[in-house]
């Protein structure tokens, strides 16, 4: 008796070797992160569940970066101004070292001026020529702070964004933290799904992996469009010997739902 039942599986077996049943997810389901550390304001548990827009569904404190932003914004334009009033004072000091190295090449070799004139002319253009470097090394490192200055605005806007988490055409699918969390870096906040299109997912024996492009995709036993979207052909980890195989389809209002799949040899059914 027990080898008859055996029997009867093992055929049960063969005849649906390329019948699979899989869930339908979503296309995506992604676990958004922090990437600041801070206290949680405010999470808006409502959209659980609905489409989220591009507006904010959990808000971390920017409250002193935002005033750091403010304070960078002042000295960025008070360094510029200076930048722009050493500009102009270089240029004015550009146009008298070229007066005066004329005037010393015009006294240089001349024997009616004496050696105490000319070394006085002498010095004065050094003193320009050293007026105008000092100028030219203050403008450099006033550019060097100006960079820096740059550099950290982007920095602050750039947190203040991440502080404001928002994912919008996602579905809010879940959320992690509760308003007065003090999170962290890489600190779990939510998950997201992307609801456009589904995912099934099915593992192949190594003999369904021949072919593959030639076989006609049913779904609940209607025939469909599809075809393997993605294939790998490395073992499965968990699924030993088992090749992992995705069909990406239409979105569903459902998802979850198990649905039969089976890999059919095209002969022309209807």
Known sequence: MIKIILLLLFTCTMVFSHVYYSKVEPYEIRTIASNVSGKVLFTDDDMI???????????????????????????????????????KVLKNLALMLEKKRKNYKKIENLTTKSRVEKDREFYDLLSSENSY????????????????????KQQLIKTIE????SAKNFVLYEIFVKAGQTVGLSTPLAKVADTSKALLTIYLDADDLEALDEKVIYIDDKKTPYSISR????????????????????RKKIFSKL???????NVGEE
């Open 49 to 87: 569940g609905k489409k989220l827009s591009s507006e904010v569904f959990i808000t971390i404190d920017s409250q002193l970066d935002e005033k750091e932003l403010q304070a960078v914004d002042k000295k960025l334009l008070y360094q510029k101004n200076i930048l722009l009033l050493n500009e």
């Open 162 to 165: 991440d502080k404001n988490i």
């Open 231 to 250: 294939l790998s052909y490395i073992a499965d980890e968990k699924n030993i010997s088992k090749y992992r195989a995705q069909i990406i389809i239409d």
């Open 259 to 265: 649905v039969k799949i089976e890999l059919r040899d």
């Open 133 to 152: 470097l000092a100028t030219q090394k203050e403008i450099n490192s006033l550019k060097s702070t100006i960079a820096d200055l740059e550099l950290r």
